[in-house]
């Protein structure tokens, strides 16, 4: 009962945290690739070919808030396709950019260039997260930059494209999530500055519960299966390099202040994998140490597909039927533990070689 109690405030927390987000109603997709096929950081879209197309983000999606408040992009002049995802077991966010622009801007260094602003929330703790909006007034500006700018929610602004500069401005006391172990980017393209043309741009990124100036103290925000995080993105938009302003500020929540509050992003959910991807059976399991006194072990099957039995064999002599068994081990050791799943489409196995040990 208690455990029910926990997983129903649980659900009804996250519930809370995605319905907090701007257009109620509306969630976005994180596509799952399989763990053979994590996309290539280096321009080239093929990798992306086996992502449908219902999860992409396009052009019409898109609003202008500031210049020309409520417009939409003409597709003649910015046309942009944006797909995200992600692979299970890894705390990574990967990205391609597709877009066409008439006059791409990128001729003089600093932040006059056309961008791509992602704004990424990976536990939806959601609220302000630049130092301008920190609560307490009584902080200088420099004490909220380093306490607060960018530690809960991540702000990059993406230099498209970045000749001469950084590939993207970290907006925030954390540049260092820009560079990797932690994110990675990969451009093609082929025209000048002023030209028109299509820009292809891959890239990942590591979302962050907690993202000091001190990477030692961070933490990687967790992604699973199922679950909302809250994203968004705005394409500021530079047609004359004589101009200091955007001629457009084209965003996918719809309201300017997602730059720096969390809570006007949008939901995107961390799909599972396809069906396509999978085998009818696929037998795993995992295992946790209840007592170690008593080598009290639990084993929990996570096998994929429609299965009818199960037979475990715990590599000391001794078997079950269960589907989630107990089992105590008489003496210390590591064994050999297999999982044998049987079904409508066969029988399958998998073995973990001596990763269960007792003492």
Known sequence: MRSSLLAWSIALALAAGASALERPGIEFKIFQFPADQIPR???????????????????????????????????????????????????QLYVLYESYDDYWDFALAGRHNDIFEVVVDGDLSGGPF????????????????????????????????????????????QPWIRDLPWANAAYQYDFKPGESGKLTLEFWITP??????????????????????????????????????????????????????????????????????????????????LDMKRRLIAFQDMSYGEIRSWRWDFGDGETSSEQHPLHSYEKAGDFVVTLTVEGPAGKASHTSVRSVAVK
């Not at 197309?53 to 409520?70: F, H, I, M, P, Q």
């Open 41 to 91: 950081i280096d321009g080239d879209a093929s990798d992306w070919a086996i992502v449908p197309d219902s999860y992409a983000v396009k052009t019409d999606e898109l609003r202008d808030t500031v210049v020309n408040k409520g417009a939409k992009p003409d597709p003649k002049s910015l046309d942009v396709s944006v797909k995200v995802g992600w692979v299970k077991g890894i705390n």
């Open 130 to 173: 630049i130092r301008s909006l920190h609560p307490n007034k009584n902080l200088s500006e420099m004490e909220a930059f380093f306490l607060y700018h960018g530690v809960h929610a991540q702000n990059y602004h993406i230099m498209t494209p970045h000749e001469g500069q950084d590939w993207t401005f970290v907006w925030g006391s």
């Open 208 to 289: 962050f519960d907690y993202a000091p100036p001190d990477p030692a103290r961070a933490v990687v925000s967790k992604l699973e299966e199922d679950a909302t995080i809250g994203l968004s993105w705005a394409i500021l938009d530079y047609d004359d390099v004589d101009k200091d302003q955007y001629s457009g500020f084209f965003n996918l929540s719809h309201k300017t202040e997602m730059y720096g509050d969390a809570d006007k992003l949008v939901a995107f959910r961390l799909m599972p994998i396809e069906e396509r991807f999978r085998k009818p059976l696929e037998p795993a399991w995992s295992f946790q140490v």
